[in-house]
């Protein structure tokens, strides 16, 4: 069962990847994020929002590819992989940034992980559990809670 840190709300998800799906993805990226098989086993095309900001959606394998595809995330930053956005233009990206290894925010437009690429959370498990780095992705005004709906459970 996908364990989130309280202050998140499930939005809205999709099925769980499947081993195909899975395959193509190892075949691109050797070394997943920590955390990530875990996550797209019980579900893809995962939205939260984060105490009403929104939103961080983390993508399935196979949105992975397309978008690493269509932003050319592994070309400019060898050994990174995007795994999600904010839905603002910015890419949730795993790798070696000016803090070291972790999740960084990067500009769809900008694509450095350099000092202007804000740290979000060690991996993922940090991110989703703990909640570590949420109010740096869910930046949003604040969402009204009849506009939300009851959270969903996975």
């Known amino acids: ?23 193509r993805f190892m075949a691109r990226h050797a070394e997943p994020p920590p955390g990530y098989l875990a996550v797209v086993r019980q579900a893809t095309g995962i939205v ?20 690493d595809d269509a932003y050319g995330v592994s070309a400019y930053l060898p050994g990174a992989i995007a795994i999600g956005d904010n839905g603002g233009g910015e890419l949730i990206v795993q790798g070696e940034g000016a803090i070291g290894p972790g999740l960084y925010l990067v500009a ?19 991110l989703l559990e703990r909640g570590e780095g949420a ?16 959270p969903l459970i996975l």
């Open 108 to 126: 769809a437009g900008s694509l450095f992980l350099d000092e202007d690429a804000p740290w979000i959370a060690p991996d993922l498990i940090a």
């Open 135 to 150: 109010e740096v992705v869910c930046r949003s005004d604040p969402i009204d809670p009849d506009r939300i709906g009851p």
């Open 1 to 23: 069962m996908l364990s989130l840190a309280p202050g998140y709300h499930l939005y809205a998800y999709g099925p769980p990847a499947t081993a195909a799906e899975i395959a």
């Open 48 to 67: 939260l929002l984060w105490q009403r900001r929104g939103e961080l959606r983390l993508w399935g394998p196979d949105e992975a590819i397309g978008m």
